[in-house]
């Protein structure tokens, strides 16, 4: 009897120890890992619908940049074009010759100056010494060379009459600059 008393309450306690036993280490190990699996996917949709966002956002992005490849094309034709600043200036050079001599001028003599840097951009001076027929050629030849693109400037102007007798034909001298982006 006293062995049957024992198994009669041994075999009831196993069963509430195995339960819990399997309750804890069963049932909330596997409720923990699905919780962790819920937590990393729902971390990983909202990942996925931020990536799903930005590409949303890509059409308009590539619009932008279109713009603004654009932009930076209208604005990089005012400025003087050439590989080096040396070729810009003699680019500068041609460009005020063609001027002078297309208004019935001459060119004396010519000389680049020294560039300036300003961040990065580059200045680059050109002087020139010019014969020019008459004051309408020499407001011509200015108008000209302000109002051309790429952007010139005319940083100065120092005239002289050729001969006091006959005045007419003008000895010039122009200082012109441009502006060229830096490599």
Do not use: C, H, W
């Not at 699996?37 to 930005?54: D, N, P, S």
């Not at 050109?126 to 004051?135: G, L, Q, W, Y």
Request: charged fraction near 25%; aromatic fraction near 4%; avoid cysteine.
């Amino acid at each position: 009897m006293r062995k049957s008393k024992l198994m009669v309450f041994s075999i009831p306690l196993m069963i509430i120890l195995f339960v819990l036993v399997a309750y804890r280490y069963g049932y909330l190990g596997v409720k923990a890992q699905v919780a962790s699996v819920k937590e990393t996917e729902a971390a990983k949709l909202k990942i996925l619908a931020k990536y799903m966002a930005l590409l949303a956002e890509k059409p308009a992005l590539e619009k932008e940049l279109s713009a603004l490849k654009e932009k930076r094309k209208s604005e990089n034709s005012q400025f003087s074009e050439g590989q080096t600043p040396s070729i810009a200036a003699a680019g500068l050079q041609d460009i005020v010759k063609g001027i002078v001599t297309g208004r019935g001028g001459t060119i004396t003599s010519e000389r680049i100056g020294k560039s300036e840097t300003l961040g990065k951009l580059i200045v680059l001076n050109v002087s020139m010494d010019t014969t020019i027929p008459d004051v309408r050629a020499l407001a011509d030849i200015l108008y000209a060379i302000e109002t051309r693109t790429p952007s010139l400037v005319v940083k100065e102007v120092d005239g002289k009459v050729k001969n006091f007798r006959e005045p007419k034909e003008l000895l010039v001298k122009l200082d012109i600059s441009a502006i060229t982006a830096g490599k």
